[in-house]
């Protein structure tokens, strides 16, 4: 257990912001840490290689998918409002868990791009981060973090893109991007 938590922001426009979530979920989990990981907008019918890591080696890491309308772009019209109910009573469950001191590490991925895009109330967000568990490392993620998410962390790192393959037109790689 860490004895002092503290809420870390990956942001911005480059590669990276998952993928360093989940290095910093197994590097907790081989100490020991109590992991849990919060896919936002990312349904659970995806096959993304990080959960199926976590999954098929079994690893000592609950992860979870919180997607909104199945099956639908979370932002197409008619689905923002759905997505958000959705989000906002996972987060309403997250703020009980957080404060009760359930996990060491929890990962919030891709919260900060549904707290930019209006998916997700920051109000909740704000008390997710203010009644958590002193031990409890919060961790989110997701490009166009808002101002007031950035000034509430102790860490912020902003990933930007220099120069991203799929400016020339490739696709996301299995194994690579996904």
Not at 123 to 147: C, F, M, N
Request: net charge neutral; with cysteine.
């Amino acid at each position: 257990m860490l004895e002092d938590g503290l809420v870390q922001v990956y942001t911005g426009y480059g590669k990276g912001k998952t993928t360093a979530a989940f290095g910093l979920a197994l590097r907790a989990a081989g100490r020991g840490l109590r992991v849990k990981i919060v896919q936002f907008l990312k349904g659970p019918d995806l096959e993304l290689g990080e959960r199926m890591a976590v999954v098929n080696w079994h690893l000592p890491i609950q992860i979870e998918a919180v997607a909104g309308r199945a099956g639908r772009n979370a932002l197409a019209p008619g689905s923002t409002q759905q997505t958000r109910t959705t989000i906002d009573a996972y987060l309403r469950q997250l703020l009980q868990e957080a404060s009760g001191g359930l996990w060491d590490v929890l990962i919030l991925d891709e919260l900060a791009f549904c707290l930019a895009k209006g998916l997700a109330d920051m109000g909740l967000v704000r008390q997710i981060i203010s009644s958590k568990a002193r031990h409890t490392e919060l961790v989110i993620t997701g490009r166009d973090a808002p101002a007031e998410l950035l000034e509430m962390a102790d860490l912020v790192t902003s990933m930007d893109n220099i120069k991203h393959p799929y400016d020339k037109g490739l696709k996301a790689r299995q194994g690579i991007e996904y």
